[in-house]
C-alpha cells in the first residue's frame, strides 16, 4: 500500500523566506520575515559568498502579470539549481496546517 502526503498552502500563508548559503564550507542562513522581504539579499553574512541576482546579472524578464513573473521565475530557479549555477538556497516558510 501506497501513503501519500501533500501540504497545500498559498502565497498568502507564506510567513518568511530562509536563504541558504550553497557553500559547502558555509551553509549559514539569513531568514526574512516576508513584511520585511523587498529582494534577496546581497550575500552570505558568514562567508561573503554573492548572492544577489542583481550582481551576477542573471535576470528573468516579463512584460506580463506578476503571477506569469513568479511562474518563470521558479522555471529559471530550478534550471539554475539542476546546473548547479544557482547561489543560495531558498527557503519558504508557512505556518504549520491547523487540521481544518
Not at 561573503?48 to 530557479?77: C, F, H, M
Request: aromatic residues 4%.
Amino acid at each position: 500500500m501506497t501513503f501519500e502526503r501533500k501540504i497545500v498552502v498559498g502565497l498568502d500563508e507564506l510567513r518568511a523566506v530562509t536563504f541558504e548559503c550553497v557553500n559547502p564550507t558555509c551553509k549559514a542562513r539569513t531568514t526574512i520575515h516576508v513584511d520585511g522581504l523587498r529582494s534577496i539579499p546581497d550575500g552570505c553574512n558568514a562567508c561573503n559568498a554573492i548572492w544577489n541576482p542583481k550582481i551576477l546579472n542573471d535576470y528573468v524578464q516579463t512584460s506580463g502579470p506578476a503571477e506569469a513573473a513568479l511562474i518563470n521565475s521558479i522555471v529559471r530557479v530550478r534550471t539554475l539549481i539542476q546546473e548547479k549555477r544557482c547561489p543560495v538556497r531558498i527557503l519558504l516558510e508557512f505556518n504549520e496546517p491547523d487540521g481544518k
